[in-house]
């Protein structure tokens, strides 16, 4: 191939590739500039359905204006300081209310002519439950959305201690759990039945929970019973216990025992202790005694 064929391939190649990585140059700037736009799912606000309340932290951004990014404390108030505007309420906003009301005063104040604000929930202090008693998990529990419900934060504390769980008897929760705060301005107190709450028998029970409420697990009752049994202990109270029941549950009476003769000593509401002979079929309640004697014959 002489030198003059070479060069007319060569300038060829250079007028049909020339366009083509122009196009390609084009393309790909075009596809930068639509990435880096901003879209509205950017400024998407996380948890939107949380409601902020005293001590929460979160961080403000303004698009394209850094100068104006701020972490901040929402006060006890509802307040918070922002640059060039001073102080503003936002307690009991949303995330999207909170956007919004800082958004429009900056533009108010001609401060950012299309102010584009996004806030991040840092840390959650503000609506928060106080879980206390026989949880897996007591503590503080927040509020994530705004119909939090105390099926929602009995699941978050890890659930009611199970009796077969528990690692005393003593420590297993009972069946009911108490929510007290405030509603309307005024003292509120429930007792809810957790476990007609989960049959569904009373799913209105089922409490949607406010900031500063506490849930109270209160341990389940328990009884004793000594004497002529194959497994004398403490054992808890369950729902209906019979007097029979309570002695199966403790292996019945041994070869030298006997079911006549039983009896229980119960506190009563006076303070006083009495004892009784029972029925079989007579209820058990909490912190009863049964005694189990041994056979004479």
């Not at 204006?65 to 929402?74: I, K, S, Y």
């Not at 640059?83 to 958004?103: C, F």
């Not at 109270?216 to 000594?226: M, R």
Request: hydrophobic fraction near 40%; aromatic fraction near 6%.
């Amino acid at each position: 191939m002489s030198r003059l064929t070479i060069f007319r391939v060569l300038s060829l190649w250079t007028v049909l590739t020339v366009p083509l990585f122009s196009v390609f140059a084009s393309a790909n700037a075009s596809t930068a500039a639509v990435t880096s736009a901003p879209s509205s799912e950017s400024f998407k606000p996380q948890q939107s359905d949380y409601r902020l309340g005293g001590g929460d932290s979160i961080r403000i951004s303004v698009y394209q204006n850094p100068d104006l990014a701020l972490d901040a404390r929402v006060g006890e108030s509802g307040d918070i300081t922002f640059p060039l505007v001073g102080k503003l309420n936002v307690g009991g906003m949303t995330i999207d209310e909170a956007s919004k009301a800082i958004s429009d005063e900056l533009m108010r104040r001609e401060l950012v002519k299309h102010a584009q604000v996004s806030i991040v929930l840092l840390q959650v202090r503000g609506n928060q439950v106080s879980v206390l008693g026989q949880v897996n998990r007591p503590g503080r529990i927040p509020l994530e959305t705004s119909d939090m419900r105390l099926s929602d934060v009995l699941a978050s504390a890890g659930g009611v201690i199970n009796a077969a769980n528990a690692a005393t008897v003593s420590a297993a929760g009972a069946d009911h759990a108490v929510v007290v705060g405030t509603r309307d301005g005024k003292p509120f107190r429930a007792e809810v039945d957790l476990a007609s709450l989960f049959l569904g028998d009373h799913p209105g029970d089922d409490i949607v929970m406010k900031g500063g409420d506490t849930v109270y697990v209160p341990p389940a009752p328990i009884y004793y019973i000594y004497g002529e049994v194959q497994r004398p202990g403490t054992y808890v109270v369950t729902r209906g216990m019979t007097v029979q029941q309570a002695l199966a549950q403790a292996g019945g009476p041994t070869l030298r025992g006997t079911e006549r003769g039983l009896h229980i000593d119960r506190r009563e509401s006076d303070g006083v202790v009495k004892p009784s002979t029972p029925a079989m079929n007579d209820a058990i309640q909490s912190n009863d005694v049964l005694y189990v004697p041994e056979s004479l014959f």
